[in-house]
């Protein structure tokens, strides 16, 4: 088994911009990070504080449109966000910052070979998309070292949403939220899951009630129960689609504004929070 774990939780930060779903639109997404004085045109790391972490809510790949009466607009194919994201995380490293990019449903599909997403333009050549996913391919490398769940400070980060039943589920096994990490590292890099990570994998990742599946959170009082056990006050997630970022149960922030242009949209918003205060910001196409 592998020993160098997916960080999971970080100290309180100053600043963190939230970066809903991306969809292969990868020049929206250096958009918002220009507008939000992360990097300037030159992809130099401009943010101030320098220690500033931008999480990046995954769904980085699968560009196709999903109106199909929508023109052609890609002009890079879509994993060229994974590439991108990780060369701006190292980046980042080297001024103070981090760039953290969660794994989506989207991302999962594509390790098992779903490509129902993908554009034809992205898509071009199954064979080699093959060979980038499969467990020692370029990009499965890559995905290996990025989390499912984070905690930074008091706020918790997940594609789709944690419940109280995925803590009932992990408590069964005496495991905590970071091992979800850990199976999601071991199953990518092809070691074998155990026995008894077989239901946390199958019943939190894989299942379309886990997290990165799920459209149906706890209700308020179960929500809370769950973010108090994990010593958070806020959930933000992607994955729901949502014509502007909203506040849910006093505790969950929805940020997938449909940001690529794969939705057609001609505005959409990201999460800047600075001092304890969330700000949310507008970007118009």
């Known amino acids: ?11 309180h930060n100053n600043r963190i911009v939230i970066i809903g779903d991306i969809h292969g639109d990868i020049r929206r997404f250096k958009d918002i990070l220009i507008d939000a004085k992360i990097i300037n045109k030159n992809i130099e790391w401009i943010a101030e504080p320098k220690n500033t972490i931008v999480v990046q809510m995954g769904d980085q790949v699968d560009s196709i449109n999903r109106d199909r009466t929508l023109g052609e607009w890609e002009v890079l194919p879509d994993i060229e966000m ?26 999962l599909m594509n390790t098992i070979g779903n490509y129902s997403y993908v554009s034809p333009k992205s898509l071009n050549n199954n064979y080699k998309r093959q060979e980038l996913f499969k467990p020692s391919g370029t990009l499965s490398a890559i995905l290996s070292q990025r989390p499912l769940v984070v905690k930074i400070g008091q706020l918790l980060f997940c594609h789709a949403g944690l419940t109280l039943r995925h803590l009932d589920i992990l408590s069964k096994y005496n495991k905590d939220v970071s091992y979800i990490n850990t199976i999601w590292k071991n199953f990518i890099k092809n070691n074998a899951i155990l026995a008894e990570d077989k239901e946390i994998f199958e019943d ?16 308020k009082e179960d929500l809370i129960k769950m973010l ?3 010593g958070c006050v806020y959930m933000f997630v992607g994955h729901s689609v949502v014509e502007q970022v909203k506040l849910i149960n ?18 959409y ?6 001092n304890n205060q969330i700000n949310i910001k507008d970007v118009l196409a």
């Open 228 to 230: 108090e056990k994990l």
């Open 269 to 274: 918003q990201y999460i800047d929070i600075f």
């Open 250 to 267: 006093d505790h969950v922030w929805y940020t997938d504004t449909g940001i690529s242009r794969a939705f057609g949209n001609t505005s």
């Open 204 to 219: 939190i990742i894989l299942d379309g009630d886990g997290m990165l599946w799920t459209r149906d959170l706890d209700g």
């Open 82 to 107: 994974i590439y991108f994201t990780n060369l701006l995380h190292k980046i980042a490293l080297s001024k103070g910052g981090r760039v953290i990019s969660l794994i989506g449903n989207h991302e």
């Open 1 to 11: 088994m592998i020993n160098d774990d997916i960080i999971y939780e970080y100290e």
